[in-house]
């Protein structure tokens, strides 16, 4: 059987630009040992992945709007695991949701291919005047 790999939405540079290498090795180190935890980072990013994928299907080209997403999810997942206040947390996912639902309706895209998402959104001026007397008959 040939598995094919998918690649994640972010990296672990993406979350150290979020919060920095030692809030990271802090947050990823449950256990208390001082070292840097990959499979908890990676885990974190997989359960952020599997919430926006419960909206639609995860892109193979995401917006930076869609990563940051991701990004705030994983932070969101890592701070849980390490009993942050609950209020904090559950108002940045909250966020999070809306956006995503948003994204799952089409009103934001979530690719960078993504065609379906009008370009232009100014007015469409006429060359002819727009006559309003009969509004103000």
Known sequence: MGLSFKKPIITESELIDELGVNEIRDLSDIHGEGVWNRCVIDDCIKDAENLIASFFKLPS???????????????????????????????????????????????????????????NRCFIHKQHKLDLKRLYD
């Open 61 to 119: 080209n995401p917006t930076p709007f869609l990563k940051d997403i991701c990004t705030k999810l994983t932070i969101v997942e890592l701070k849980r695991r390490n009993s942050y206040p609950k209020e904090e947390l559950d108002s940045i996912k909250a966020e999070a949701l809306e956006w995503l639902g948003k994204m799952a309706k089409g009103k934001i895209p979530t690719s960078l291919e993504d065609n379906s998402y009008p370009k």
